[in-house]
Antibody, heavy 112, light 107 residues
Framework: EVQMVESGGTLVQPGGSLRVSCVASGFIFSTSEVNWFRQAPGKGPEWVSRISSDGSDKRYADSVRGRFSISRDNSKNSLYLQMNSLRVEDTAVYYC?????WGQGTLVTVSS | DIQMTQSPSSLSASVGDRVTITCRASQDIRNDLGWYHQKPGKAPKRLIYGASSLQSGAPSRFSGSGSGTEFTLTISSLQPEDFATYYCLQYNAYPFTFGQGTKLEIK
């Protein structure tokens, strides 16, 4: 069974940094591209970033480009999202997603 | 960016009804479209991928059709557990984009 388990979400001040993580199981992680999506309270979901299977190709939404960085460690079946210069509008549940399979999400709250 | 226009934004229906939700893409996305439903406090769950392929484990009362710019999700006979919010997602080009959502409520 494919599983994605996110962690690392917490309360952070505007301008701060945070890294959220995702551990995948149930498939060959090293051959799969994976994505981060997010959903702000009361809003629809939004695509954030995507990384190729070997980590060589990365894509970002305009709203996070230059502030967020996606990475992966295939030896650990893990996906990461480094978030810098956080803004109040980055407050959301962050999900890692592979081929339509979503984790349960991790909540990032940006507030003073 | 590709804009996804989803309609209706809300829908009231009864158990047993047949309902249809539509998404229109601002440019040709071939069949690179998925349909999701979401219940409060839960992650979105994919029902359809490739515009018309049923996700493993999704009930057969869900079906998708369309290609290019016009897409439809049909629920053949509504069940109580189907009352939720539905989204389409295009993954033909970055950035991937969602429709605005359809809230399906009990009449």
């Amino acid at each position: 069974e494919v599983q994605m388990v996110e962690s690392g979400g917490t309360l952070v001040q505007p301008g701060g940094s945070l890294r959220v993580s995702c551990v995948a199981s149930g498939f060959i992680f090293s051959t799969s591209e994976v994505n981060w999506f997010r959903q702000a309270p009361g809003k629809g979901p939004e695509w954030v970033s995507r990384i190729s299977s070997d980590g060589s190709d990365k894509r970002y939404a305009d709203s996070v480009r230059g502030r967020f960085s996606i990475s992966r460690d295939n030896s650990k079946n893990s996906l990461y999202l480094q978030m810098n210069s956080l803004r109040v509008e980055d407050t959301a549940v962050y999900y890692c997603v592979r081929r339509g399979c979503w984790g349960q999400g991790t909540l990032v709250t940006v507030s003073s | 960016d590709i804009q996804m226009t989803q309609s209706p934004s809300s829908l009231s229906a009864s158990v047993g009804d047949r309902v249809t939700i539509t998404c229109r893409a601002s440019q040709d996305i071939r069949n690179d479209l998925g349909w999701y439903h979401q219940k409060p406090g839960k992650a979105p769950k994919r029902l359809i991928y490739g515009a018309s392929s049923l996700q493993s484990g999704a009930p057969s009362r869900f079906s998708g059709s369309g290609s290019g710019t016009e897409f439809t999700l049909t629920i053949s006979s509504l069940q109580p557990e189907d009352f939720a919010t539905y989204y389409c997602l295009q993954y033909n080009a970055y950035p991937f984009t969602f429709g605005q959502g359809t809230k399906l409520e009990i009449k």
